[in-house]
């Protein structure tokens, strides 16, 4: 039996879930859905494996007795293995990124600022999760959010090693500067 996901009415990707499943679900007619074979997502009304969760509403009014109303039709048995492939790829995690950028540095340089990474670290360990419970969107944001928080903690310890190389040219051009005044002192004769 194929294993469904399904699009809410808020537009969150949910599954997977068996027909019976569905049907305690309560998707209409124009509800997308998805399952492994598929192409594309489409209209659960539109899909054939379905059809009977929407004739079985309809038909309580009729006069058939109800038993005949609620048998579903035959299904081809389908195993696969409880896994299911995804029709988008994963979205990149940041993980690794993530944590470099944020620990790297902060042992470096000591910028504690760096360590706004740690939310990059967060929501880079929710991408595969979310996206092993088939919330594409949940996982998509999440993707997002990480790379952001990763690349604000890498151009601060950027413009803080920037900020550091820069103080230490100041340091040995006064450090320069104040010798060639000491030489320039006593080359001419006065005493200090």
């Avoid at 990707?13 to 305690?24: I, N």
């Avoid at 035959?74 to 993530?98: D, F, G, I, M, R």
């Avoid at 999440?142 to 090693?161: E, F, M, N, P, Y």
Wanted: aromatic share 10%.
């Amino acid at each position: 039996m194929n294993r469904y996901f399904y699009i809410d009415s808020e537009g969150k990707q949910k599954g997977t879930f068996s027909p019976e499943e569905l049907k305690v679900e309560n998707i209409r007619k124009d509800t997308l859905v998805w399952t492994q074979g598929m192409s594309e997502w489409m209209r659960a009304a539109d899909v054939a494996e379905l059809n009977y969760l929407f004739e079985v509403s309809s038909s309580f009014n009729s006069s058939q007795p109800p038993a005949q109303q609620v048998t579903a039709p035959p299904v081809q048995q389908v195993n696969y293995n409880n896994s299911y492939s995804h029709s988008e790829p994963a979205p990149k995690s940041w993980l690794v990124e993530s944590i470099l950028a944020t620990v790297l540095p902060f042992l470096l340089c000591g910028s504690f600022l760096s360590l706004l990474g740690i939310i990059g670290i967060v929501n880079a360990s929710k991408v595969e999760s979310l996206y092993a419970r088939g919330d594409y969107a949940g996982s998509l944001e999440a993707s997002k959010q990480a790379g952001r928080w990763t690349k604000i903690a890498l151009w601060i310890s950027v413009a803080w090693i920037v900020l550091w190389i820069l103080a230490v040219i100041l340091i040995i051009a006064l450090g320069v500067s104040m010798a060639s005044v000491g030489d320039i002192i006593g080359n001419s004769g006065y005493e200090v």
